[in-house]
């Protein structure tokens, strides 16, 4: 990636903080996004649009996404309607069509490039004059989507205003298999093959579409995937798409455990790799462990098999035995007789 601030979530105090300052009760996002920023703002507004009280559920990031993007795209076939004359239930059928509309900008924007689509491709979508039948007819598209903020203008093209819902929402158009073939199990491309290079800051909808595999295929599937990708990162240590979409997946699942087998597979690579002298994938670092949401004691398990790959004490750098000690420290009642075991 090119020289960045890296934002991740929020710490917990700050995530209150947030939370209170957008009018966000603490509960009401799921655990693992309570201290995303992008979701706790965009779940502020889809709040401020409803009639009534939300249900007391707590509700995660792709939930907020799919009713975000719902929420816009009814405030652009409202604005439509006003220009247009129309009322009631056209309203909403063109809400329908809007959104079939974003959801072909977003095929359209995953080929090669930055991520966003020239002003033909926009215009064609989205037309500044009268529009073709499919869509309804009247005027006014590109302003509205504009007006709306589901779009803004980038260089001489247009892309989507928030860039990891643009992710969100290319992960369910993206070819997955195509994806990993062409990044990743490069051996299974046919010979003669020429793929355009894919900019690293990209990954984001190749995330989404990892994450998407379990929701709608079931655990199991996206399981085996990552195995795959272990063992592909072990065929080329080297190999910064199956590291990174390995350490995303990995972290971003609300609950780690049915993946213990694949951090087990992980872990014993790392330090197989390390008796052999070679180096740890930077992603897969000693404090990359605390962050898969796991049990600890299957923490503590994956923490054993790592410490083989550390170097001697004297050695600058993290270690795996020194996040053990931080663990301990935490929380030294639990911890303590899991590290007895080892």
Same mark, same amino acid.
């Given at each position: 990636?090119?020289?960045?601030?890296?934002?991740? @979530?929020?710490?917990?105090?700050?995530?209150?903080?947030?939370?209170?300052?957008?009018?966000?009760?603490?509960?009401?996002?799921?655990?693992?996004?309570?201290?995303?920023?992008?979701?706790?703002?965009?779940?502020?507004?889809?709040?401020?649009?409803?009639?009534?009280?939300?249900?007391?559920?707590?509700?995660?990031?792709?939930?907020?996404?799919?009713?975000?993007?719902?929420?816009?795209?009814?405030?652009?076939?409202? +604005?439509?309607? @006003?220009?247009?004359?129309?009322?009631?239930?056209?309203?909403?059928?063109?809400?329908?069509?809007?959104?079939?509309?974003?959801?072909?900008?977003?095929?359209?924007?995953?080929?090669?490039?930055?991520?966003?689509?020239?002003?033909?491709?926009?215009?064609?979508?989205?037309?500044?004059?009268?529009?073709?039948? +499919?869509?309804?007819?009247?005027?006014?598209?590109?302003?509205?989507?504009?007006?709306?903020?589901?779009?803004?203008?980038?260089?001489?093209?247009?892309?989507?205003?928030?860039?990891?819902?643009?992710?969100?929402?290319?992960?369910?158009?993206?070819?997955?298999?195509?994806?990993?073939?062409?990044?990743?199990?490069?051996?299974?491309?046919?010979?003669?093959?020429?793929?355009?290079?894919?900019?690293?800051?990209?990954?984001?909808?190749?995330?989404?579409?990892?994450?998407?595999?379990?929701?709608?295929?079931?655990?199991?599937?996206?399981?085996?995937?990552?195995?795959?990708?272990?063992?592909?990162?072990?065929? @080329?240590?080297?190999?910064?798409?199956?590291?990174?979409?390995?350490?995303?997946?990995?972290?971003?699942?609300?609950?780690?455990?049915?993946?213990?087998?694949?951090?087990?597979?992980?872990?014993?690579?790392?330090?197989?790799?390390?008796?052999?002298?070679?180096?740890?994938?930077?992603?897969?670092?000693? %404090?990359?462990?605390?962050?898969?949401?796991?049990?600890?004691?299957?923490?503590?398990?994956?923490?054993?098999?790592?410490?083989?790959?550390?170097?001697?004490?004297?050695?600058?750098?993290?270690?795996?035995?020194?996040?053990?000690? %931080?663990?301990?420290?935490?929380?030294?009642?639990?911890?303590?007789?899991?590290?007895?075991?080892?």
């Amino acid at each position: 990636l090119p020289p960045c601030v890296r934002l991740g @979530d929020l710490r917990a105090d700050e995530a209150r903080e947030v939370r209170a300052r957008h009018g966000v009760p603490d509960g009401a996002l799921a655990e693992p996004d309570a201290g995303h920023p992008l979701t706790i703002r965009l779940l502020s507004e889809v709040r401020a649009a409803l009639p009534g009280p939300p249900a007391p559920v707590p509700v995660t990031r792709d939930e907020v996404f799919t009713a975000y993007l719902d929420l816009m795209c009814l405030r652009v076939a409202a +604005r439509l309607a @006003d220009e247009n004359g129309l009322h009631g239930t056209a309203v909403r059928r063109l809400a329908a069509k809007v959104s079939g509309q974003v959801h072909e900008a977003a095929r359209r924007s995953l080929g090669p490039g930055q991520g966003g689509l020239d002003r033909e491709s926009f215009e064609t979508l989205f037309p500044c004059g009268p529009a073709p039948a +499919r869509l309804g007819g009247g005027t006014g598209w590109a302003p509205a989507v504009l007006a709306e903020g589901l779009f803004v203008p980038a260089g001489s093209g247009y892309r989507f205003a928030h860039e990891e819902l643009a992710d969100w929402i290319q992960g369910t158009h993206l070819d997955l298999d195509g994806a990993l073939r062409a990044l990743v199990h490069r051996r299974d491309t046919p010979l003669g093959t020429h793929t355009l290079p894919v900019p690293h800051h990209r990954i984001g909808s190749v995330a989404e579409a990892l994450l998407l595999l379990a929701r709608q295929h079931g655990v199991p599937q996206l399981a085996l995937t990552l195995e795959e990708l272990v063992h592909a990162l072990d065929l @080329d240590p080297h190999s910064w798409w199956a590291a990174r979409l390995l350490a995303e997946a990995l972290t971003r699942v609300p609950d780690a455990t049915p993946y213990t087998d694949v951090l087990r597979l992980l872990a014993d690579g790392i330090a197989d790799r390390a008796e052999d002298g070679q180096p740890t994938p930077q992603a897969f670092g000693p %404090g990359f462990w605390t962050a898969p949401r796991v049990p600890e004691a299957t923490r503590l398990d994956l923490l054993r098999r790592l410490v083989l790959a550390d170097g001697p004490p004297h050695e600058p750098g993290p270690r795996h035995l020194d996040t053990a000690a %931080g663990l301990l420290v935490a929380d030294p009642t639990a911890v303590q007789p899991l590290l007895v075991r080892w």
